[in-house]
């Protein structure tokens, strides 16, 4: 079945450092990947998505390419805030053998100090 | 912006009680969707909802879990009886069309079972 591997957090940074959170995916067929970002006290916010292979979703600042060679969906941002603290959690939606549903990874809590 | 609504926010409830989690979707989306994360681990899909049925469900999703749309707008998730590994964040969630795109995700339930 489908699967997704995130790095482990809390990954602790200081303000305006680069980020990196590797996520990589196993599905059959070609799935759709996305990035989910959970604030403090809210809910899952769609961050980005990407439908097929080679596409960079992006938004706010991060980016993450769909890699079909390598399985991968990386999430990065060039210089995080404060703002940007909360859990990433990767996803993907499997055309075939995924159903009618997401498949998520355990999540990334993220830590931005000054 | 279109909201998925959760209540309560947090519900303590004793082991073997019967408990009802509460959801109300986009009003315009046709399907439905339960997904829990216990403490650390994955987001985990349970249930999905389409057309007044259940389309498809995980094997967590035993004969103790239960959901209906009992008026059109609401959408309940039904343990009957609570073991203390229910203990989770369960997040409902909508969806208006086709593909992964368009999930709208609550900011979920926090269920401890003691």
């Known amino acids: 079945g489908n699967s997704v591997t995130q790095m482990e957090g809390p990954v602790t940074l200081s303000e305006e450092a680069f980020l990196t959170i590797n996520c990589t995916y196993t599905a059959t067929g070609y799935p759709s990947l996305f990035w989910y970002v959970q604030y403090p006290g809210e809910g899952l916010q769609l961050l980005l998505k990407a439908t097929k292979a080679d596409d960079k979703g992006s938004n706010k600042g991060f980016e993450a390419t769909y890699r079909k060679e390598t399985t991968s969906f990386h999430l990065e941002k060039g210089s995080v805030q404060v703002s940007d603290s909360a859990v990433y959690f990767c996803a993907l939606w499997g055309v075939t053998g995924g159903g009618n549903k997401l498949t998520f990874g355990t999540g990334t809590q993220l830590k931005v100090e000054l | 912006e279109p909201e998925v609504t959760q209540t309560p926010s947090h519900q303590v409830t004793q082991m073997g009680q019967e408990v009802i989690l509460r959801c109300v979707p986009i009003s315009n989306h046709l399907y439905f969707y339960w997904y829990r994360q216990i403490l650390g681990q994955k987001v985990e899909f349970l249930v999905s909802f389409y057309n007044n049925e259940i389309s498809e469900k995980s094997e967590i999703f035993d004969d103790q879990f239960s959901v209906e749309r009992p008026d059109g707008s609401n959408f309940t998730l039904k343990i009957r009886s609570t073991k203390l590994e229910d203990s989770a964040m369960y997040f409902c969630?909508?969806?208006?069309?086709?593909?992964?795109?368009?999930?709208?995700f609550g900011s979920g339930t926090r269920l401890t079972v003691v």
């Open positions: 969630a909508s969806r208006g069309g086709t593909g992964g795109y368009g999930y709208t």
